[in-house]
């Protein structure tokens, strides 16, 4: 006799915060193809944060407009305490500077309501993939600072090489620093991402002054002149400003 095997749990957990009850039950049964997502819910922000003392949760998707402690202030509060969660806001807010203010406090996206169930299933999908900082196999270091640019995350990247260790750094989305041994800014930068099978590992915090002034699609664009330039064993201090390059 064979035994079925016991049907998987879902690997991750959503929270979704919503004070009104009807809205709620429709997000829960629309919400039902994330098979791979446990949906946990909360009335307010308050009742979200005492969840959270005693429940890990990879995604929060959250009204801005509730009762006891709104959408701004559950949203300050996570990014202070877990400035790891992602966070996605669902709101009938048509301000354009409501909206930013809520980016600003560290939403991750904002979807207005009526969401399309489709749109937000991959919001959460996407969201939920960002939720674990740690190890990364197998994803170049430019495709990751690409979903970093597109999300707007603060992060600091350890890339481990089979000889040095060096430092990228990315304030909303964008290559703000890069260190590596003597090496910082920009040739720092583009040495780092120039590393093939390196070790990456990351978290979502950003501690440091800008030095790179460039936009990262400039960035990764140059990067095939700086790997021409490698191999050719011309590497002047700064490939793209250093005065002597440009002459």
Known sequence: MVTPPFPSRPAKTALLVEDEQSTLRFYQ????GLQEFT????????EALELLKGQAVDVVVTDL???VLDGYGLIAALAQRYPSLPIIVITSV???SLQNQALDLGALQVIPKPPRLSTLMEAIRTAGG???PGLVRGVGI????Q???WERRTATFTVRGPEATGYLYVKDGELIHAALGAEEGLVAAYQLLSWEGAQVEFVYTCRVQATIDLPLAEILMNLALFRDMKVKKILPPDPFYDDKWTR
Do not use: E, V
Request: aromatic content about 0%; glycine content about 10%; cysteine-free.
């Open 142 to 145: 430019g495709s990751l600072l």
């Open 29 to 32: 049964a629309g919400l039902k």
């Open 94 to 96: 048509a301000d354009a």
């Open 130 to 132: 960002l939720s674990a």
């Open 65 to 67: 407009n509730m009762p």
């Open 147 to 149: 979903l970093m640019n």
């Open 39 to 46: 949906l946990l819910s909360a009335r307010n922000g308050q």
